[in-house]
DNA sequence: TTGAAAGCGCTAACAA
DNA sequence: TTGTTAGCGCTTTCAA
């Protein structure tokens, strides 16, 4: 038997299936006694409207896709919770999933949502090939990309933070604390924001006119067991950093994990008990990055056509001891 | 224009309408040939099949929906992820939301996903009413209740983790240390695992044949500043407790905050640097509930009929010192 | 192996 | 104020 459908209803309450239509969408000029009818029929078949069939006919679904690396990730659930309001805000559903950094996973999951025909798309680019959108675009779908840019395809809207500026003041920040060999810890290069992030680093040791020495720095897969591997070799080094800059949450934590001594610390991105732990940091805002996409997703959606936007979002440094002193558990 | 339809592809290839469908969905006994100039077409023109056509037409949409608390909190994107995974695996699309705790808000949610026609649901309760499912239990849609079960309504799958058993484990290793006043801190009464947890408290101290003392419990809203409030008000009476057990992950950072001296603390609910700060817990596993959960929904989307589990996941209790000794940052 | 026709449940356009 | 007709893009059924 199914689902009543419109027709059902229409049939229930002796109308014609546009009346309820008009009744269920709030439409005007209907006669109160009618839709009371027609609300009675709708009741008592426990009638419900087909959002799919809706959609298919009108041409919106009214659903936006939101495709990041990882849900389970504090970054980037916050970020996605951003974004889950105020598509909630504008009437909308969101499907979310998660790429795992895998530039294919991205893609298919970008598709499948576009098969869906989601009326728009908030992307955190795993790969940097986006020409697969253009057929997507060019059927009217609206994209922005958030956290990273993408590297081809069309320009689209693009939210990021300050990686390089904020990097850039963390190292300056041990500098200034009298540390003349800092290493960098961070995801591996292929990673958009690792890259900004140890430019900022070079710019820190250049304008304090600091040598570079490729010895401390510790780029690689963001596994916890390569982090740590890479501090201890770094602080078994013959002249080893006396200061370390992470380049994300994750590294942070796994880089306590790895300390043996006393070092100073200043890590991108706050992270939760950072305080607690009195950890320094250079904080970036996921639930603004979210914010700010979501925003310029939905203005394109009303209409805007203005050329692509890149907005830079600010970070902040955190002093908390960590960055001043030393960080020591005990 | 739009995008190209199925109509447009049999046009450009010079073949009917039901051939193309042929050919995209894969069916055999179409001539190689055949396929070939409709592959070419649907090259030419980026056509892509519409799934919200398709999945109106077939009446299922191969999507699910999930309703959790809150997508920024670690507990729940941990088991979102998990339940995302699963949904994948089985070439299934995923709606998110957030219900913020509040149960009209995850009413909408849930009809929401249900005018989207979604095949299933998996939902973490904000109510204890279930009774507006009814209607979409009737029309097929399967749902199962993760983290907490539903007050009414409907006997339906459950998955919880093992909450009194956990609480009660965790007491009995303070007991076990020597104190015999236990605080304990944890969400308002109307959160079923907040009241779960208490009842392993008080069996816990009936096991040890210890007084209950109503002046050492503090349930309440989940806001930190609550919490950081409670346990002052309980560190400054005049016969404190020695010890205390923290009700979930963010009762026991907001605890945490507000601890003046050390303090013997077990908490449930394992955490991100909980093992750097030497915090005793009773983990669950977030993803392990995820997975049982959606395992279940897709079961039952598979066809089967049994009557409505209900799964109990177990706790392990994780002794890092705080437990042991007492809780000190510095 | 291929195609024509009907219809999933709804809304848009146009009568009456 | 109400209803009729067509059709969104696809799959299903049945026929050729």
Excluded at 5 to 34: F, I
Excluded at 95 to 108: I, K, W, Y
Excluded at 256 to 262: G, K, T
Excluded at 307 to 326: H, K, N, V, Y
Aim: aromatic share 6%; hydrophobic share 45%.
């Amino acid at each position: 038997m199914g689902r009543p459908t419109m027709n059902d209803v229409a049939a229930e309450a002796g109308v014609a299936l546009k009346t309820v239509s008009r009744v269920v969408n709030d439409e005007r000029g209907v006669n109160p006694a009618t839709a009371d009818r027609v609300r009675a029929a709708i009741e008592r078949l426990g009638y419900r409207r087909n959002d799919s069939a809706r959609t298919l006919r009108r041409g919106r679904t009214a659903s936006i896709g939101l495709v990041i690396e990882d849900a389970a990730d504090p970054f980037y659930s916050g970020l996605s919770r951003a974004v889950e309001d105020v598509a909630l805000r504008h009437g909308y559903l969101m499907f979310t999933g998660s790429s795992s950094e895998d530039p294919v996973r991205e893609r298919d999951l970008v598709l499948a949502f576009c098969a869906r025909r989601v009326d728009g798309l908030v992307i955190v680019p795993a790969g940097a090939d986006h020409e697969y959108l253009t057929p997507e675009l060019d059927a009217g779908i609206s994209a922005v990309f958030a956290d990273r840019p993408s590297g081809s395809g069309r320009d689209l809207d693009t939210v990021l933070c300050d990686n390089a500026g904020g990097a850039r003041a963390g190292v300056a920040h041990l500098i200034a604390h009298g540390h003349r060999r800092v290493g960098f810890v961070a995801d591996a290069p292929s990673i958009f924001t690792a890259t900004q992030r140890w430019y900022g680093y070079r710019q820190a040791l250049d304008a304090a006119a600091l040598p570079y020495d490729p010895a401390l720095i510790a780029m690689g897969p963001p596994e916890p067991a390569r982090v740590e591997a890479d501090v201890t070799r770094l602080l078994a080094l013959a002249d080893p950093p006396t200061a370390l800059f992470t380049g994300n949450g994750r590294t942070t934590v796994a880089t306590l994990r790895a300390l043996d001594r006393p070092v100073a610390l200043v890590g991108f991105d706050d992270f939760e008990l950072a305080d607690l732990l009195g950890i320094t940091v250079v904080a970036q805002n996921p639930a603004g990055l979210g914010t700010a996409a979501a925003d310029l997703l939905f203005s394109r959606l009303a209409g805007n056509r203005e050329p692509a936007q890149r907005r830079q979002l600010p970070t902040r440094l955190i002093p908390r001891g960590s960055g001043e002193g030393a960080f020591r558990l005990l």
